[in-house]
């Protein structure tokens, strides 16, 4: 018995599949573009004795598909019995036009007069008149195509193209029942499950079921991934259901696909995956600019990305960086915006946190949809405050304002952006007077966000004004207007949980629009999905989590063990130094020779700082007290990816005696997987907490207010959270053994005894 499947689409989903055609262009060409066609369909559609907008709709079954087909024509004349329907399209290039309209145009108003016979139950012997208007945007000059049409030739054109769209559908439905097969069969890719990983898949496991979000706190070891990844898929039932693995790490979505790839090895799943990848770093072109100009990549972009995203689904489940390059070097086709395609064919998609919750680049395509049939797995997640927050904080200033006005040749965008300066060095006068670097606004300046509206309203119009005569628009003053446009769009999102922070130099105001808590922003997605798993080694405490991720009662929340034998780290703790800043001068000495003292035996090491400042202060003593035969490396300020590999790569599998100095909460403490005899141990000087300073102690009279936990938010708890990230580089299987030594004061004090996790708890004082 076949199965009849039931598929709801417009004419524009089918028509523009398989008639696809034109380039990448910019926001602001796209903006434009839509501006004046909706103007010239406007001014066309008020002509008299015309039907505008004429809805039609057909219920047709073909093959096994039960389609129900819609759309709008966009001007229908009626003379006598004879009908007339028109598609306007508007076009900068009508003196340019071949002697025939685009088919893509075309082919959506023969499928609008087939539709009509049987929507409107017209005569069928009767022909139709269609035809296809092209309007210029400039002049308004007009062009018609225009052809009479039998009920026959329709009918025939209708299902040809009906027919090659489903020829694709086919491709994926046959895959999306194979997918849901392959699910049911799913088992886990080992015979055993390490400690923990079972009631971490049997909480991710009910939390979807229950459509509810949960909090993990599971220490390295567990499988993370894998544990949260393997439930995820074996929670989907349908073939809506999509998991997003979220990361901000490289290595960590490398991770994600891999588990995949072995669940696809082992048990035979079946399942299109995306691994997405930047920008910058996924471009073949000499530069990244995209315009059919600058990049052969954009032209025809979408003309060509149709037969490659159906060559590519034919012939690969894991779409990751090198297959996605090597079709689109096959088809000449943009690769970032042939993944940003693929984005929709995949079942799950490995990505960063920006393309869910980042207001300028979050992928539209999905969250502005419902999304009810969404899950998502948060990785790292102890991440996403600082992350979120970034998103949501931007600044402008004078540079970007004399930028306008250096590129541009228009007095009313100068008077513009010379309005906006007066304002800015009210504030800047404002703060001298003061004699402040400084200051918080709790609300938001109306006039710069009017006058900001207003400049952008003024770029638009210049914009057009380049357009008519045919000049580029420079690649700065599209930046500026780019970085405008998102300054008021954080700033629509702006509340209590955020502020104003405007600070000064000798020669440069910074109007900051500042998130402090992503709570909402954070829950206006995650409350819209089917579930949410946040997850961390370090999510801890969950609670400080939980309050600042949107997360309220009906939240659940798992803190899990480790599954490693504590003792195979060696903790220890030296309270018998202060490293508080006014000490640091006066320990120097002291915290070298603990080094020293530690290093003495051999071995690899990690000593993390809260500072360059200190760590320097700290190198140069202990290159002067050194006597054994170790090699010194040092983490600095904006290394190079080279850089990073290079320090890196002196922690390998030799006997070479080695100790780096690196930062805590950076490149080196968080991230890096150093197992076996790569690394044997590290030194935390400190406590982790960030700078004080006027910004953070804002934050922390915020935190008061909200949550009666000031200094804990504000300090403590983010600051904790580097220190566990650093003292879980030395553990990373059931094979390791190394030290951990933690030098400061504050960790035999109550506040911080309490943040000890539980396989922390065989720690001991060293005398010194």
């Not at 229908?76 to 036009?97: A, F, P, R, V």
């Not at 709790?442 to 638009?460: A, C, G, H, R, T």
């Not at 922070?501 to 998130?515: A, G």
Request: charged residues 25%; glycine residues 4%; hydrophobic residues 35%.
């Amino acid at each position: 018995m076949i199965t009849v499947k039931k598929l709801t689409l417009s004419v524009h989903t089918i028509v523009d599949f398989v008639f696809s055609e034109g380039d990448i262009t910019t926001l602001t060409q796209d903006r434009n573009n839509l501006r004046d066609g909706l103007v010239i369909h406007q001014t066309m559609q008020k002509r008299k004795g015309v039907q505008n907008e004429v809805f039609v709709r057909l219920n047709t079954q073909v093959r096994d598909y039960e389609l129900e087909i819609a759309g709008r024509i966009d001007m229908l004349e009626q003379l006598g019995n004879n009908y007339h329907l028109i598609e306007i399209k508007s076009t900068s290039y009508i003196d340019n036009l071949e002697n025939e309209p685009s088919k893509n145009h075309l082919a959506q108003n023969l499928f609008y007069g087939y539709m009509f016979y049987h929507y409107k139950n017209i005569d069928k012997t009767m022909n139709l008149q269609i035809s296809v208007l092209y309007v210029d945007r400039n002049t308004f000059a007009e062009k018609l195509f225009s052809k009479n049409y039998t009920y026959e030739e329709l009918e025939n054109f209708f299902y040809e193209v009906v027919n090659k769209y489903l020829d694709f559908i086919d491709v994926i439905e046959d895959f999306q029942n194979n997918k849901l097969e392959s699910l049911k069969g799913l088992k886990f890719p080992y015979e055993s499950l390490r400690n923990g990983q079972v009631e971490l898949m049997d909480a991710v496991y009910e939390a979807i079921n229950d459509k509810t979000t949960l909090f993990v706190c599971a220490p390295t070891g567990i499988g993370k991934s894998l544990g949260t990844l393997f439930p995820a898929l074996k929670s989907i039932l349908t073939k809506q259901n999509k998991v997003f693995y979220l990361t901000a790490k490289s290595m960590i979505k490398e991770v994600a696909r891999d588990n995949l790839n072995l669940m696809r090895k082992s048990s035979g799943l079946r399942i299109k995956s995306l691994l997405m990848t930047a920008k910058e770093k996924i471009c073949i072109n000499d530069c990244v600019k995209c315009n059919p100009k600058d990049c052969p990549y954009a032209k025809d972009f979408y003309k060509k990305v149709n037969d490659a995203v159906v060559d590519i689904y034919t012939h690969e489940d894991d779409f990751n960086y090198d297959s996605i390059v090597y079709y689109a070097y096959k088809y000449e086709i943009c690769p970032f915006e042939f993944q940003l395609m693929l984005s929709l064919y995949s079942d799950c998609i490995i990505c960063d946190y920006n393309y869910v919750f980042d207001i300028r680049v979050y992928l539209r395509r999905f969250f502005d949809f419902d999304t009810s049939n969404l899950i998502l797995l948060i990785d790292e997640a102890h991440n996403m405050y600082d992350r979120v927050c970034g998103m949501y904080t931007i600044a402008i200033n004078f540079k970007l304002f004399n930028t306008i006005i250096e590129h541009v040749n228009d007095k009313d965008v100068v008077n513009g952006a010379n309005s906006l300066i007066v304002t800015l060095k009210q504030y800047q006068t404002d703060l001298q007077l003061r004699k402040q670097d400084a200051v918080k606004y709790v609300d938001l300046d109306m006039s710069i966000i009017d006058n900001s509206e207003s400049l952008l309203d003024k770029l638009e119009k210049y914009f057009d004004k380049l357009h008519d005569f045919g000049e580029e628009i420079p690649e700065e003053l599209l930046n500026c207007y780019f970085e405008l446009n998102n300054f008021l769009k954080i700033a629509e999102h702006y509340s209590p949980d955020f502020f104003v922070w405007v600070t000064r130099t000798s020669d440069e105001l910074n109007y900051q629009i500042t998130c402090v808590n992503p709570r909402e922003l954070i829950k206006a997605r995650t409350s819209k999905v089917l579930s949410t798993i946040f997850f961390s080694a370090t999510l801890h405490p969950l609670d400080y989590y939980i309050s600042l991720y949107g997360g309220d009662k009906s939240s659940r929340k798992l803190f899990l063990p480790s599954p490693f034998n504590q003792t195979n780290l060696e903790l220890n703790i030296n309270p018998h130094i202060s490293t508080k800043y006014n000490n640091r001068e006066n320990t120097k000495y002291k915290i070298a020779y603990q080094i020293h003292d530690v290093i003495k035996s051999g071995g690899k090491y990690l000593v993390y700082f809260p500072s360059y400042q200190y760590l320097e202060m700290v190198y140069q003593v202990f290159k002067k007290i050194n006597e054994t035969d170790i090699t010194l490396i040092k983490q600095t300020p904006d290394m190079t990816e080279t850089e990073k590999n290079h320090f890196l790569n002196h922690y390998d599998d030799s006997n070479t005696n080695l100790v780096g100095f690196a930062v805590l909460g950076g490149l080196f403490a968080e991230g890096i997987d150093l197992k076996g005899e790569k690394l044997n141990g590290v030194i935390i000087v400190g406590v982790g907490l960030p700078t004080f300073d006027a910004f953070r102690e804002e934050l922390r009279t915020y935190f008061d207010q909200v949550y009666h936990k000031g200094y804990q938010y504000a300090y403590i708890y983010p600051g904790f959270n580097k220190v566990l990230q650093a003292v879980g580089r030395v553990i990373r299987d059931e094979n390791d053994k190394g030290i951990a030594l933690l030098i400061d004061e504050r960790y035999i004090h109550s506040e911080y005894q309490k943040l000890f996790p539980p396989h922390w708890s065989h720690y001991k004082i060293i005398d010194w």
